[in-house]
């Protein structure tokens, strides 16, 4: 209700991960607003079933985590579903190793540009793995020469430069942005 009609407004096509186990949470996107992202250009892709740090679970509870994820939201959208991104950014070898197994590619959100902008905050054409796609998350107070500054080192660098916005609200969150 607030982030969709922005990217609508400026022409930006986006890719949501979203939580199929949450869509009858009321605070939480829809199978309706689902469909309607994608039906207007948008990326709907997997972030799990329901928002758990993937790194705390037994073997079975991942599977569940990200098959389930990603044979619900196919369901959802009538179309495959390729892409993910973990809860928290949080991974280890054996997270990955089962993220290879049911999607192509998975994006982290290691990038850190509060202290300047290296080549660990843009994706590389030379360095690129799609099972480590570097994120930036933008923060509340993330002013935006830091995100300029970013954007100038990705083009410098023939680079490719990810930003997350965790939400788009009137929140108190940090990760919260005003529309």
Same mark, same amino acid.
């Given at each position: 209700?607030?982030?969709? %009609? ?80 973990? %809860?928290?950014?949080?991974?280890? %070898? ?77 929140? %108190? ?7």
């Amino acid at each position: 209700s607030v982030a969709a %009609p922005m990217f609508q407004k400026y022409g930006l096509r986006t890719t949501q991960y979203v939580l199929p186990g949450m869509v009858k949470d009321s605070g939480y996107l829809s199978i309706e607003q689902m469909k309607a992202l994608q039906k207007s250009g948008h990326e709907v892709a997997c972030h799990s079933m329901d928002h758990p740090d993937l790194t705390s679970l037994e073997n079975s509870d991942l599977e569940y985590q990200l098959a389930t994820c990603k044979t619900q939201l196919a369901t959802i959208l009538g179309k495959p579903v390729d892409d993910f991104a973990s %809860p928290y950014g949080h991974t280890n %070898p054996n997270v990955i190793s089962v993220i290879k197994k049911n999607y192509k590619t998975h994006r982290n959100t290691n990038g850190d540009i509060t202290n300047g902008v290296n080549e660990f905050d843009v994706n590389i054409a030379s360095k690129f793995n799609a099972y480590d796609i570097i994120g930036v998350t933008v923060r509340r107070d993330t002013p935006v020469s830091q995100l300029k500054e970013a954007v100038d080192y990705a083009i410098a660098h023939n680079g490719w430069l990810v930003i997350t916005y965790h939400q788009v609200d009137e929140g %108190p969150s940090q990760f919260g942005l005003d529309n």
